[in-house]
Each structure stands twice: as C-alpha cells, then as structure tokens.
C-alpha cells in the first residue's frame, strides 16, 4: 500500500500535502496522487515549493530510467508508482503515483468503511490470497480535517486545465469525469497506526474497493464524505456492468463513436447502448472496417488443401484433393450458428468443384471439372443437417488444417448425442467413415509421386526407435503404429481416422447420463479413440484463482515455492493441453493420420490444442501475421465463447452475471504459446512481451475483436469491425515486441517444431510475469551496468551482466545451450591430455630412479594408444 505523507511527519517540505483522487473516464478508473500546497497551489513536476536543486543530469538520468522500465513492459501501475523523484537531493523526494484498472476488467465494487480495509487488504486468509493491493490510502476519521479538505477542494479548482497533462492522457475527451477528493493523511503515523474512529462508527469514511478479473488485483481508496463514495459506487457499477444486451456502452464501442457517426452524416448520439426495437444493436455505420486477418478461402488455400495430389499409378487413386470447401449450407449461420460461414469436409461427401467454384482463393483449384456432382448439393447438405443434429450444439466434424502433400489433417467438433441407450447415426458414421478413407487415398497418392518420381513426396518414416525416443513411453503404444514406426499409409492397424476426445474418460461417460457422450468405435469404420484428461472451465477457474492467490499472497513461502505452484494444480493442465497438442502433431506429421478433436461443446479445449498443435506443424503461424490468423481461425470463427467466458460487462453475481459459466480458457492458451516461445524463441517472430500485452486485452474491452460469442455475433449483430478498433493492428504497430533473432527464412524451412516429449513437459514454468504482475514481491529484472551512472530504484538489483534480462523466464535459446556443451567438452578434453601426459611424465621418472632402462617401446606411451585413451576420456 501507499501512504500520503503530510506536514507534521517532518519529511516533507512545510506547507505542502498530499492529495489523492480518483477519476472515471468510460475505459478506466484511476486513483493518483499530487502535491499542493495549503493555499491550495497545485505542484507539477517542473514545480518544487522550498528547494531549488534541480539539476540536468539528474533530469537525464531519470528520463532513462522511465525508458528503461518501459522497455521492461512491466505492469503500467508498478511504473507509476515507482517512478523516480525529479529531485532526489531535496527533502521531499516527492512522487506522483497512479493505481489504474479498466472499467471492464472490474468485476465486482465493494462500498466497506475505510477503517476495514485494513484487515481485508492484510488477510493472508482473503479469497485474494493475503489481499496485496494497490492501496492508495486509507485515512480515519481524525484525518480528514477541516483544513484539508479546504485545501483539497482549493487543490481541485486548481487542478482543473493540468488534469491532462498530469494524468498522462488517461482521461477521454469525450467525457466528464467526477475527480472525488479523499483528503490528506496529515497523521500519517497515526493512519497507519488505524487511530481514530473506529470501523463501526457509522460516521466514518468510507471506502471503495475494486475486485478485478484479471489476476485477482485489488485497488482499494475512501472519501472524505458519504455522499462521494455513494456516488463513486453508483458509477462504478454502472459503467463497469452495463449488461450482455448494452455492449455499446463498452469503450470498445465508445472510442470509435464519433467516426462512425460521422460516416453515417449524424451528430454522435449520446445514449451508444440505445438498441433497435428487436433488442439487437442496429450496424447503420458507413465506417470503413477493420481488416479481417482469417479470410476463409484464402486460409485454406495458403494451407494448399485444395491443391491436386497428382496422379499416382495405383488404380482408383483419386488425383483430386481429398477436401472441398462448404460454401453455401451455413452461409447464413443456418447449419451451425457457432461456426464460420465457409468450412471444409471430405470431397466424397460435400461434392467435388468446378473451376469456378473452386477459384474463390490462391490455390483454389481448377483440377476437378471431372466431379459431375456439384458443391453443396440439396442431398448433400442434408447429410451435414444429420450429422450436426447428431452434436451438441450442432457442430459436426469440420476441417481446420491439412497438409498440402498426404492426407494429415485436423479436425474438430462436439460430443455425439449418444445417451445411455447408445443412439446412432447413419450420416455421422458415414461422414467419418469418408475422411478416413479420403485421407487414406492422399496418403497412397502421395506414396506413389515419392516412389514414381512424379513429384516432391513425403520423406520416408523415421524408425521406430527415433519415434519411441520421440515419446519418451508417453503413450507409446497409441503413438507408435506398426513395426515399422511411422504408417507409410496411415493405414497400419486398420486406423485410417484418430478421435482425441480431450475429457477425462470418466467425465465422458457421465456426460451419457445427459444424452451425450462419446463414439463407440465399433460403430466408426476405421477408428480408434483416446482421452487426454483435461479438466472442465470449473476446474481451469478454480486453478487460476488458485495460482494468482499463491503468486498475490506476500506471505507465501519462498522456500517451497515450486511445490506450491504445483500443488495448484496449473502447471498440470498446462502439461495436459501441451501434451495432447504435440500428440496431435505427432499424428498428423508422422503418422498422416486425420485426427478428430472434441471435448463437450467443442468450442474450450477444442479450440486451444488444434491451435497449438498447429503451432507445431505450420511455421506460418509462429510469425505475428500468422498468429493474429490463427486466433481468429480456431477462436472466433469456430465460436469460443469470450463474452461468457470473460463476462465482458458483468460483474460477478450482478447485472444477471453467470459466475458458472467464467473460465481463462484463453489466457490458458497464451500460457501454452508462452511456454513455446520461453523454450524455443528462435522459432517465433513474436517475443513473449507480445503475449503479456495480449493477455492483459483479454479483459480491458478497448478493442473489440475479442468480444462477443461467435463469428455470427461480430459480424451480423455487433459490427465489430465496423464499430471497434482492432488489437492486432495495435500489436504490430510495437516494434518491441517483435524477436530480433527470429530468422524467417530458417523457421520456415525447418517447418515443423516437433521436440521430444519429456523436453517440452520437463521444461514448463510458471509464467511469472502474468501471474505475478501484482504480486506483493519483486520480479524486476536487473539494471545492466550501462546504466550504473544514473540513480537506480531502490526496488531494483545490479546485474553483473552486460546484456540486460528482458523478461527474467526467458531461457536462453537451444543453440547456447550446444555452443556451452560443445565448450565443456573442449575443455574436459584438453584437461585428460594434460593428465595423461603428466602421467607419461611420472612413469619415466619413476623408470629412471630404478636404474631400468628407458625406451620407446617400453616407457612411453604411443601415440595411438594415447589417442584412444583421450578419446574415452573425452
């Protein structure tokens, strides 16, 4: 916490006080702090009342730091109230602190007396964990005096013109915000002490405290007067909570209301939520939108999915693609209201296409005039209305990636609506039945182009023992298929198609008992299924509320650190869905298998391990375009639910708020990316920095593109494109957090990232700076000596090292690693030649004190044997 230091603490300068408010603009509340004197004089820093001492090279050295704990991207709050003084020789080392939240990343407002917040801020049994927050001061009664308050109202007047500059543009145009004083802590000792009035004294001040989404943060502040805090709190929730049906009160919306009712030649309209007389909210915006980063066709074409396999000399090969492209059955959202508008299936059940239907996207087509049955056909789009009736929330199995050259691909959709009775469907087996079999024809096309020299094939199966030495005995006997290791045909065992269900098998089968369930393959052709036990959106709360409370907790053991980040359970998830991503990966690349993924609803955890799992096969999507492609792909066209899931414009148990139905499903995949960049950097364009500020919009709502539900909701109901701004733009428009040791070229000729198994579990860490961004103790990284001359925080340790640390859960990158073995080896070797030939040394001495005679053959050592003996010793 923060306390204000006043006059008769005897450190300031006489005559000057401290000053806190709080201000709400329509993105964010924020409570700060600033100096005035007691006539009312505001200082700003180019101010200092009673001292003179200011000097250039200390202004300098300040400016460098500021620069410098920019580039370190922690926590904008730790910035500001860390910030150098301007004049560290005078007595008053005076600083401004700002403590910032977005009004949407609230999730709930407490209105408490301001004498107990001390005991919730400070209780290491809190639901918070120990409850550090940023506090920004909590007065008694005695404090807040007569005399300050006139000073504070006087301070206010005069703010008023520098409240701008000061806040650093934090504070919008568009809006009138209420600055609420809440005094001075003149008794400074006494305020800490808690004298004064006590807690249930209905006459005391109160105070506001602030519960955020992200991380479980607190910012704690009071007020001079009932009727500020009443206040406060009426806007707070207000503003904060607006509802699910008034989204446009969302700054989103709010920041970009002007220009599109400037398109549209009408005044800004002063109510953004006002929605048309069917509830919805009417898109009347001539606005030009946002560019769309997945492109349907365009996706699936880069992918080269629709591209001829050639002709092979095997008989009734198809030399067509083994996927096609659904245009038309859920153009207007009607098969599947959670899906993107185009999808792709297996070409024997959709329809093959002509050259104009394929022609929508690079690498459309052209090469199947031969299929007489045209796309999308009324019987063929009766089979999907079958088969995604048969899934929960109609999502039947559709493509999300395939590989340009065999029949690999993955695929993802819901649980199959079996029931305790066993339920079947014809359209559904057949369905499957076809993507297995038209991946099998890929695979014996592609085998023939290798072997016939027609063309660039799939390099031969790697052996059995490179892949077991892959597993690590993971699952050995499900990845591993044949003797000979790798399916030359995806065919071994009789597997032509690979269901990954990605529930705990328990979890499944009680999911029966509801008229769901999972394929029993006796009755699907061809295929084999697994479970991968990953838990629910219950248990994935209940582990981030876990971990943040460890990494918030200021009493939290150091000592047993590691063992209670484990025992939170999250490391474990993490290794779960990492686990069964590089398990589809294996799949597909080795054993060019399809692989279905679903878990309940198909939109959680079958959305995070497809992502990932592309991750690993697609080098395109390790760079920021590619990655920006891949969320929008796998996230939002395919229909996570970031509305429910982060409860955007709610807070808990309010404005009808469904606390069930919150989980970090998505800021558990940016946990899963972190751990790919932390140990392979080289790989990404993007640095983990990139990650952080990704993950801290995952709740803010200052843009737009992860709001709303599904692709159908954005872009039919909402306009997000049209109305908000987009996050990616703002991403790519920070060249800091671009890797500059990202080598575009080696990436995307390495293509795959397949390491071995046990490396990618044994090496997870906690991703410390999300977790313990707020947290009571330092994770700073060190100051690199080119900056030893200027004045260090006190908060920040010297670094013997020249290159500073960035981010301090970075590894160092694989080639190091060799490049220090590589040198333990040189030296080891040099270290046994020097004791062989000492030995060599003693031996003739020892020969010559006998009086023997000392010969080549006899005394020394030849030279082969000596090469040999440094060779083992090496």
Avoid at 558 to 568: A, G, H, I, S
Avoid at 610 to 636: C, I, M, N
């Amino acid at each position: 916490g923060v306390a204000g230091k006043g006059t008769l603490d005897g450190n300031d300068v006489a005559g000057v006080t401290t000053v806190w408010c709080c201000v709400m603009t329509f993105y964010r509340v924020a409570v700060f702090s600033y100096e005035a004197t007691l006539d009312g004089k505001v200082l700003l820093d180019d101010e200092d009342e009673g001292s003179n001492a200011n000097n250039d090279s200390n202004n300098n050295n300040d400016e460098v730091i500021q620069q410098w704990l920019q580039s370190q991207h922690v926590s904008i709050q730790f910035q500001a109230s860390h910030r150098p003084p301007l004049d560290r020789t005078s007595a008053s080392k005076r600083r401004h602190h700002v403590f910032q939240m977005p009004l949407a990343s609230i999730e709930r407002v407490e209105k408490t007396l301001a004498s107990s917040q001390k005991s919730v801020v400070g209780d290491a049994n809190a639901p918070n964990g120990g409850g550090y927050s940023y506090n920004a001061i909590l007065p008694s009664s005695s404090t807040v005096s007569s005399t300050m308050s006139s000073t504070a109202s006087s301070a206010m007047v005069s703010l008023g013109s520098q409240m701008k500059p000061l806040l650093g543009g934090m504070t919008s145009g568009s809006s009138t915000s209420n600055l609420l004083t809440n005094g001075s802590s003149v008794g400074g000792n006494s305020a800490a002490a808690g004298t004064g009035t006590s807690a249930s004294t209905p006459t005391g001040p109160l105070g506001i405290i602030l519960h955020g989404k992200d991380g479980g943060r607190l910012i704690c502040f009071s007020t001079s007067s009932h009727s500020d805090a009443r206040r406060a709190h009426e806007a707070l929730n207000t503003y904060a909570f607006p509802g699910r049906r008034n989204l446009g009160y969302l700054f989103a919306f709010e920041s970009r209301r002007a220009e599109v009712m400037a398109s549209n030649g009408a005044p800004p309209s002063p109510n953004p939520g006002q929605r048309t007389a069917d509830g919805g909210n009417p898109i009347v915006t001539a606005a030009s939108p946002t560019r769309r980063r997945f492109v349907h066709l365009e996706e699936f074409g880069r992918q080269g999915i629709f591209e001829s396999r050639g002709t092979g000399g095997a008989e009734g090969m198809s030399a067509s693609s083994p996927w096609a492209p659904i245009k038309n059955a859920n153009a207007n959202y009607g098969l599947c209201s959670t899906y993107p508008s185009v999808l792709v299936g297996p070409r024997s059940i959709v329809g093959g296409g002509t050259t104009n239907d394929m022609a929508d996207g690079p690498n459309g087509g052209g090469h199947h005039s031969q299929q007489k049955q045209s796309p999308n056909s009324g019987e063929n789009i009766m089979i999907l209305r079958r088969c995604a009736a048969f899934r929960s929330e109609n999502r039947f199995p559709a493509l999300t990636w395939g590989s340009r050259v065999h029949g690999g691909s993955i695929w993802r959709s819901s649980q199959p609506k079996v029931g305790l009775q066993g339920n079947r469907s014809p359209e559904d087996e057949r369905y499957l039945a076809a993507i297995g079999e038209d991946a099998r024809r890929a695979n014996l096309a592609a085998d023939a182009r290798r072997e016939g020299g027609l063309g660039k094939g799939t390099p031969h199966a790697p052996p059995a023992e490179f892949l077991r030495m892959m597993c690590g005995r993971n699952n050995e006997s499900d990845l591993v298929l044949g003797e000979g290791g790798g399916g030359t045909s995806g065919s071994y065992s009789g597997c032509t198609l690979k269901i990954m269900d990605m529930r705990p098998k328990s979890a499944a089968m009680g999911n029966r008992t509801q008229g769901y369930g999972y394929e029993n393959t006796n009755n699907y052709r061809g295929s084999t299924i697994n479970f991968y036990g990953i838990g629910n959106i219950h248990a994935v709360r209940d582990a981030y509320q876990k971990v943040n409370a460890l990494c918030l907790n200021p009493n939290t053991s150091d000592f047993q650190w590691m063992q209670l980040v484990e025992n939170t359970g999250w490391p474990s998830m993490i290794r779960l869905i990492l686990s069964a991503s590089w398990q589809t990966a294996f799949h597909v690349h080795y054993n060019r298998l399809p692989v279905l993924i679903h878990c309940s609803h198909g939109w959680d955890r079958t959305s995070q391990v497809p992502a990932l799992a592309q991750l690993l096969l697609d080098p395109h999507y390790r760079t920021r375009e590619g990655f920006s492609t891949l969320v929008e792909k796998d996230f939002l066209s395919f229909g996570h639910p970031f509305h429910t899931r982060c409860g955007h414009g709610e807070g808990r148990n309010e404005q009808g708020g469904d606390e069930g139905q919150l989980s970090p499903i998505f800021l558990q995949f940016l946990d899963c990316v972190f751990q790919l960049v932390n140990q392979f950097p080289d790989y990404f364009e993007f640095n983990p920095r990139y990650l952080l500020l990704l993950s801290e919009h995952v709740y803010s709502c200052r843009f737009g593109t992860l709001l709303c539900d599904s692709e159908r909701e954005r872009e039919v109901v909402a306009g997000t494109r049209q109305r908000t701004y987009c996050i990616w733009k703002y991403l790519d428009s920070i060249p800091e957090l671009v890797n500059p040791t990202f080598d575009r070229a080696a990436s995307d000729g390495a293509g795959i990232l397949l390491m071995p198994l046990p490396m990618l579990m044994r090496n997870v860490a906690l991703w410390t700076d999300r977790y313990c961004m707020y947290g009571a103790k330092s994770t700073m990284p060190c100051v690199p000596p080119s900056l030893r001359h200027a004045y260090p925080p006190i908060y920040v340790a010297k670094c013997p090292t020249e290159q500073p640390l960035i981010l301090h859960t970075v590894r160092n990158s694989v080639e190091g690693t060799l490049q220090r073995a590589m040198e333990d080896v040189e030296m080891w070797r040099e270290t046994a030649l020097a004791a062989l030939q000492e030995v060599k040394e003693l031996k003739k001495k020892e020969l010559q004190v006998d009086g023997g005679i000392v010969g080549d053959d006899d005394g020394d050592v030849s030279k082969t044997n000596e090469e040999d003996t440094v060779k083992d010793a090496s």
